[in-house]
């Protein structure tokens, strides 16, 4: 049988993770003291932070330890992407059942070390302890701005294209195919989409940089939501062309209406959704405009208004459906 | 029957957050966007995260919704303090069961608001989701240093004397209290210390700017755990008169080495532990003295060596007592 949790004992699963998360030159103190001691290059910075709970946000069934820790950066660099800044450090809280496998915690620490990795950033810090029942993990990521200021959600202007990266409903079509039962072709895109979302960090970047950019926001719970927030905060009418909507190709086969609702509601594409002034100078699909207006959303299919279902996207709290592990 | 999270749902709890957090200058963007943005007041900063579990380091019977955000509070302040600063703004992750009644969260929310509040800093953003189980909760805080520099545990210096500032397993007593089933006394100041420890601002602030004060830590799991922390930082070899330990006058019932006991192992005090050079200008107690040596404890008691119980104090993934709900 491989090692519990509880029989490798706390120390020695913190030396693991110090060997394993890199220091850097913006961490001046790192695993080891009271807090972490951070060097910044501006005073200006970001941060988010996201939690991530088994049974809620992911199964220890469909996923890997190794893809449930990068998942855990990818959905937080995703946050800090969108407001137009680049990770900087990170800070982890785990709180894990005793008798949890050694082999399963240092694969989800290489995980998280990996990803953060490949966004140019390290963990600083963090907390380690038991949990009573589910695992439960917490991203705390800050970020210094591309530009001299970050992109909100509040600063649409009337005129405005809408614009999204990448393909909607792609990880939730993948969640679908997870959850059906059947036996998974590993080599699904969807599938592996929904497991490791990745951000979009070169992409907003460029965005950052480019003054036509005037809202942005990362699409997490679904463009039903997220684009009502977005038109809420900015406090305007956006206008969304469902037949525009960009699907990925692994979701030809489903009906057409099938298909743009899983764009529509379905969560965890990490894709940008931004208005701009002119084409952007990235790949991205226009899928609306902005118009003035006091925070709501116009959707059109087939020319015609089209009446979005009532909590068909995932709430907290108020879920629709038991098998979605979205946030 | 009192309205739960699912039937309040997580718009309006959001709305309750976003007015109870008061935002301050440094937030430049609180709650609502992406990630947060803040202003700080220099480049260098401290940052800290804790978990927080119920079942494992509270209980919602032996702690009202308020203690327990206080708590949470508290901890981090502590850790923020041991290193010479100040909090700043912090990051909430609450994860919790549908079927909870909003009074209780409200409690909590507004727990976790008074007790920032006293410590001069705000919450700037966070993460709210579901638990299948127990209530999650994680704080990340950030602070500005009160110096230039901050106070490490890897830098004390052979002639410091050792000292601690107020009492030690004033906490552990108070929740030997709580969990003896019997009827509590609300007047008891180890089951508030246990309860709402607080952190030692004010007394860090002044080390921080004294000259005198080489290395600190905070003590949250125990001194015989944390001594030999800063021990093995430092590589120094500490001498500690157990004798010198400072007892509650709570504890004052108790035989002189149950007492002691309960000082050495106890956790969750949250006391400052620190090395200086001469007399501090603060009131604290000298418990010993740092001596050249290779990251050892020399534990005295009646002028003689004292040997520590294996495994005495708390250890997540290897704990000794069921009933211990300390970090």
């Given at each position: ?45 970001v941060?988010t932070?996201d ?20 998942k855990?950066v990818a959905v937080n660099v995703s946050d800090i992407a969108a407001m137009g800044a680049?990770p ?31 966004y ?21 990521l800050?970020g ?6 970050p992109i909100l959600r ?9 614009f999204v990266t990448g393909t909607l409903?792609t990880s ?21 989409k929904?497991?490791?979302p990745g951000a979009q960090l070169e992409n907003a970047d460029?965005l950052a940089?480019?003054?036509?950019c005037?809202a942005m926001m990362d699409i997490s719970d679904g463009l039903?939501i997220d684009a009502?927030r977005l038109?809420?905060a ?32 379905g969560g965890e594409d990490y894709e940008l959704l931004f208005s ?8 991205a ?41 979205s946030k």
């Amino acid at each position: 049988m491989s090692q519990t949790l509880a029989e490798l004992g706390e120390d020695a699963l913190i030396q693991f993770i110090a060997e394993t998360f890199d220091s850097n030159s913006s961490i001046q103190v790192g695993i080891g003291d009271d807090c972490a001691v951070i060097q910044s290059p501006s005073n200006l910075h970001v941060v988010t932070t996201d939690a991530m709970i088994e049974k809620v946000h992911f199964s220890r069934e469909t996923m890997s330890a190794a893809q449930i820790g990068r998942k855990l950066v990818a959905v937080n660099v995703s946050d800090i992407a969108a407001m137009g800044a680049r990770p900087a450090y990170g800070m982890l809280s785990m709180c894990l059942p005793e008798d949890l496998s050694v082999r399963w915690i240092k694969e989800l620490i290489s995980g998280v070390a990996s990803e953060a990795g490949q966004y140019g950033f390290s963990i600083a810090g963090g907390d380690l302890c038991a949990s009573p029942g589910p695992v439960f993990l917490n991203l705390t990521l800050s970020g210094t701005l591309v530009a001299s200021k970050p992109i909100l959600r509040s600063t649409a202007r009337p005129g405005d294209g809408l614009f999204v990266t990448g393909t909607l409903g792609t990880s939730a079509y993948g969640l679908r195919l997870l959850s059906s039962g059947q036996h998974v072709n590993d080599a699904s895109q969807s599938v592996a989409k929904h497991r490791v979302p990745g951000a979009q960090l070169e992409n907003a970047d460029v965005l950052a940089r480019w003054e036509g950019c005037h809202a942005m926001m990362d699409i997490s719970d679904g463009l039903a939501i997220d684009a009502n927030r977005l038109a809420k905060a900015s406090s305007v009418r956006l206008t969304v062309n469902i037949d525009a909507l960009p699907l990925h190709e692994e979701l030809e086969g489903l009906p057409d209406e099938e298909a743009q609702e899983l764009a529509i509601y379905g969560g965890e594409d990490y894709e940008l959704l931004f208005s701009a002034a002119g084409p952007p100078p990235i790949k991205a699909t226009r899928i609306g405009s902005v118009e003035a207006g006091a925070g709501s959303v116009n959707w059109v299919r087939d020319g015609r208004p089209y009446e979005l279902l009532n909590n068909a996207s995932y709430r907290h709290f108020k879920t629709n459906s038991a098998t979605q592990e979205s946030k």
